[in-house]
Nanobody
Framework: QVHLVESGGGLVQPGGSLRLSCTFSGFTFSEYAMSWYRQRPGKERELVGA????????NYADSVKGRFTISRDNANKMVYLQMNSLKPEDTAVYYC???????????WGQGTQVTVSS
């Protein structure tokens, strides 16, 4: 069983920055692709960014490209989402997501609220 815990959410002004963290526990971290998703009010959950085992291969939603950076620390079993130049439309609950490379078993964290408002 994999357990994911997000932290770092909060209230920030437009143009500000936040760094979200996700702590992974349970199975072998390197065997999982890691992603951040978000669910904005009244919208479906959407992919924000993903990072693969080596930490080099990443992909992002068009809406966050150039502003958000996803990274992983395999030694400490952590995934991060650095969010810069935040906009009100980035307001959402952000979720950490893990999926196994081998059997596609997946896991979600409980989510952390990010609110961008003046």
């Amino acid at each position: 069983q994999v357990h994911l815990v997000e932290s770092g959410g909060g209230l920030v002004q437009p143009g500000g920055s936040l760094r979200l963290s996700c702590t992974f526990s349970g199975f072998t971290f390197s065997e999982y692709a890691m992603s951040w998703y978000r669910q904005r009010p009244g919208k479906e959950r959407e992919l924000v960014g993903a990072v693969h085992n080596g930490g080099i291969s990443t992909n992002y939603a068009d809406s966050v490209k150039g502003r958000f950076t996803i990274s992983r620390d395999n030694a400490n079993k952590m995934v991060y989402l650095q969010m810069n130049s935040l906009k009100p439309e980035d307001t959402a609950v952000y979720y950490c997501y893990a999926v196994s490379y081998y059997d596609r078993q997946d896991y979600w964290g409980q989510g952390t609220q990010v609110t961008v408002s003046s």
